[in-house]
């Protein structure tokens, strides 16, 4: 059975960084599509960045210039450094795949993806 597991979550200070983790088992995974969602609480999911086949990257708006996007292919792990986070960030993180190389323009639509992780807090407190 295919399996994402996201670590390195907690809780951190405003200003602060964390990264993320997502070790994917039973599958490939960081030779697709991956992405990372958040959501927060009363919040619907949203995407914060993907990464593609090839390493291109995209992110939303919201984390540019921030947090970065990265894989290593030998451990079939995706990451997601986090800097200079806000409150505003606090949500639980998913990882999540798409079974394409290319994440495409709908990389931002939960939709796109076929397996996802149980996700990990992220907590920024003032």
């Known amino acids: 059975q295919a399996q994402l597991r996201e670590s390195g979550g907690g809780s951190v200070l405003a200003g602060g960084s964390l990264r993320l983790s997502c070790t994917g088992s039973?599958?490939?995974?960081?030779?697709?599509?991956m992405s990372w969602f958040r959501q927060a609480p009363g919040k619907k999911r949203e995407a914060v960045a993907a990464?593609?086949?090839?390493?291109?990257?995209k992110y939303a708006d919201s984390v540019k210039g921030r947090f970065t996007i990265s894989k290593d292919r030998a451990k079939n792990t995706l990451y997601l450094q986090m800097n200079s986070l806000s409150p505003e960030d606090t949500a639980m993180y998913y990882c999540a795949s798409d079974k394409r190389y290319w994440c495409g323009d709908g990389w931002n639509s939960q939709a796109a993806y076929d397996d996802w992780g149980q996700g990990t807090q992220v907590t920024v407190s003032p």
């Open positions: 990464i593609d086949k090839d390493g291109t990257t």
């Open positions: 039973e599958y490939p995974y960081t030779s697709y599509c």
